[in-house]
């Protein structure tokens, strides 16, 4: 029939694109690449900073939808990964690839919508525009509602995802599962969803012990996931990938535990309060999350400049996070190379810069002066490349250049 001949059709593309992703996988280029990210995280000196750019809103742009062939949604689910991982591979930097397919482990969360209450959001209302919170703890008898959510490993419903993966791509990619935290250890994430923003900040002076006993909440939720990874035996390493990619983590026997991991966090959430109410309402609550994981980075956008003394009193700090928003020099003066610093671009810098000397002058200064660090050089948080479809090929370039002049 037409659909068989097609569905046949698309197994045989998302093999080919898969025998591409493992011949790159192979590659001496590919190899260089990893060690350079152990090196740095290993707080070696590699041969030059690693470099890495996240297009995630330029993805639109980068792989329209209308260029998959796919129809099949499973099939084009990875037909779309593998298409954007050559795009990656195109663009040149250290993304690295690894020559396994993974497959998530299943886990079921009760109630369903996790939290017992439904998390709302006012949707944008123009193309591109920003969605706003619509919290459904408004009051603090709303907060009766929240509950603590059970996860519960599927292991038949993962076992059934595995042999699929493996039906199509075993004999190319071998199939991995993976398993990872269940709930993230940022926390002021969910607190703005359940809470709002505007209320969150609020509550740091008129309601403390409200915002307490919802961080209280959210810790204890995470810690409880954590339990339930760790319990279906699947838990995975996260030391591949791209920031993250580093040496084994942790005691080298017995069961997987998050002593093996890293944990990534941050508190945007928190970036306009004071560093004494970011350690008392944010920090805390994270860190007893932070002792059970064998290696930590920390930051994402928010401004550390004041609140570095707190993130350096994390004991198994790794990374710090160096947004852009962060005073540079300090973070080179205090972090030195105790730890690795993660230099974030401003990504509207990148995409709307005049040309590219402006583009190559902020690297090189940036780079120059981060000399003797143990330096990653990261673009993230890409909205748009406002036509630019080759921005992150330039910038890709420009930095490895950068990284190339200054990391001897």
Not at 195 to 208: F, K, S, W
Not at 264 to 291: G, H, K, T, V
Not at 387 to 400: E, K, Q
Request: aromatic share 6%.
């Amino acid at each position: 029939s037409l659909a068989m001949t097609t569905l046949l059709t698309e197994r045989t593309l998302v093999r080919e694109l898969a025998r591409t992703i493992a011949e790159l996988a192979a590659s001496p280029e590919n190899a260089a690449r990893i060690r350079r990210w152990r090196d740095v995280n290993g707080l070696r000196r590699p041969d030059r900073a690693p470099v890495y750019c996240r297009p995630v809103g330029c993805w639109e742009e980068l792989l329209p939808e209308e260029r998959l062939r796919c129809t099949d949604p499973w099939l084009r689910g990875i037909e779309r990964q593998f298409r954007r991982q050559l795009i990656k591979a195109e663009i040149g930097d250290d993304d690295p690839l690894e020559p396994s397919f993974p497959v998530g482990a299943a886990f079921a969360a009760d109630p369903p919508n996790l939290w017992g209450v439904e998390v709302g959001r006012h949707a944008a209302t123009a193309a591109g525009g920003a969605w706003a919170y619509d919290p459904p703890l408004k009051t603090e008898a709303d907060f009766a509602k929240l509950a603590m959510p059970r996860v519960t490993y599927l292991p038949d419903e993962t076992g059934r995802r595995a042999e699929r993966a493996h039906g199509l791509l075993g004999d190319i990619l071998p199939v991995r599962v993976v398993c990872d935290a269940p709930l993230g250890a940022t926390l002021g994430t969910a607190a703005a969803d359940l809470r709002g923003l505007t209320a969150m900040m609020m509550d740091t002076v008129d309601d403390p012990a409200l915002l307490h006993r919802l961080m209280a909440h959210l810790r204890d939720a995470t810690l409880a996931a954590m339990d339930a990874a760790e319990a279906s035996g699947l838990l995975t390493p996260n030391t591949t990938g791209p920031m993250l990619c580093s040496d084994p983590i942790g005691p080298p026997d017995g069961p997987v535990t998050f002593a093996n991991c890293w944990c990534m966090a941050n508190s945007q959430e928190f970036d306009q309060i004071s560093p004494a109410r970011w350690e008392e309402f944010c920090l805390a609550y994270q860190l007893p999350i932070f002792a059970r994981c064998g290696l930590v980075a920390y930051g994402c956008c928010e401004n550390l400049t004041r609140k570095m003394e707190g993130v350096l009193c994390i004991p198994n700090l790794r990374i710090f996070v160096c947004s852009a928003w962060t005073d540079l020099d300090r973070v080179i003066e205090r972090v030195g190379s105790h730890h690795v610093i993660m230099w974030r671009q401003k990504a509207s810098d990148v995409i709307f810069a005049a040309d590219d000397g402006a583009l190559r002058a902020a690297l090189e200064d940036g780079m120059r002066r981060l000399r003797g660090c143990h330096v990653q050089i990261v673009l993230r948080e890409l909205q748009t490349l406002a036509g630019n479809l080759d921005r992150l090929h330039v910038w890709t370039r420009l930095a490895i250049a950068a990284a190339e002049a200054w990391s001897a």
